[in-house]
């Protein structure tokens, strides 16, 4: 599936020589790199094109896995605040191959979302879990109302 984006309008700035983009989830500004790029041209495209509600995205979490602490990238809660999909982003230059995914796979395990997506910003996939397996799914799945 490709990323549309209908507005490209971005907060950036130059902070101590070093850029930053604003982050309208965080309500912050961070540091703007490849993969940050991606994560927030991600979370645009959710809240403009597919109007996912802002206050359901929770971005950069730190979650131990195996022991050890890691971050997830994109995290959708549904309306009773549970995790619903978990999102990977991935720099523009990096090919999202079952290494992502398993990177992905390994914080589902903790999270416990329903959906997974891997994106680079050009593409994304997107999985369903149903009883313990994930499929591939062609779409990205409208924001549950219930």
Same mark, same amino acid.
């Given at each position: 599936?490709?990323?549309?984006?209908?507005?490209?309008?971005?907060?950036?700035?130059?902070?101590?020589?070093?850029?930053?983009?604003?982050?309208?989830?965080?309500r912050k500004?961070?540091?703007?790199?490849?993969?940050?790029?991606?994560?927030?041209?991600?979370?645009?495209?959710?809240?403009?094109?597919?109007?996912?509600?802002?206050?359901?995205?929770?971005?950069?979490?730190?979650?131990?896995? !195996? %022991?050890?602490?890691? #971050?997830?990238?994109?995290?959708?809660?549904?309306?009773? &605040?549970?995790?619903?999909? *978990?999102? +990977?982003?991935?720099?523009?230059?990096?090919?999202?191959?079952?290494?992502?995914?398993?990177q992905l796979?390994?914080?589902?395990?903790?999270?416990?979302?329903?959906?997974?997506?891997?994106? !680079? %910003?050009?593409?994304? #996939?997107?999985?369903?879990?149903?009883?313990?397996?994930? &499929?591939?799914?062609?779409? *990205?799945? +409208?924001?549950?109302?219930?």
């Amino acid at each position: 599936m490709e990323i549309m984006l209908s507005n490209g309008d971005f907060r950036v700035r130059e902070q101590d020589k070093l850029p930053q983009i604003f982050d309208p989830v965080r309500r912050k500004w961070v540091a703007f790199g490849p993969e940050e790029w991606v994560r927030q041209i991600f979370i645009k495209w959710l809240i403009e094109d597919h109007q996912y509600p802002p206050s359901s995205i929770s971005v950069e979490r730190t979650i131990e896995v !195996n %022991g050890q602490s890691k #971050r997830f990238d994109i995290m959708i809660a549904d309306r009773h &605040a549970r995790p619903w999909m *978990l999102i +990977e982003c991935k720099a523009m230059d990096v090919r999202l191959s079952e290494e992502v995914l398993m990177q992905l796979l390994s914080y589902q395990s903790v999270v416990g979302s329903t959906h997974l997506v891997i994106t !680079n %910003g050009k593409e994304c #996939r997107v999985a369903t879990i149903e009883k313990g397996t994930a &499929a591939w799914v062609p779409s *990205l799945p +409208e924001y549950p109302i219930v």
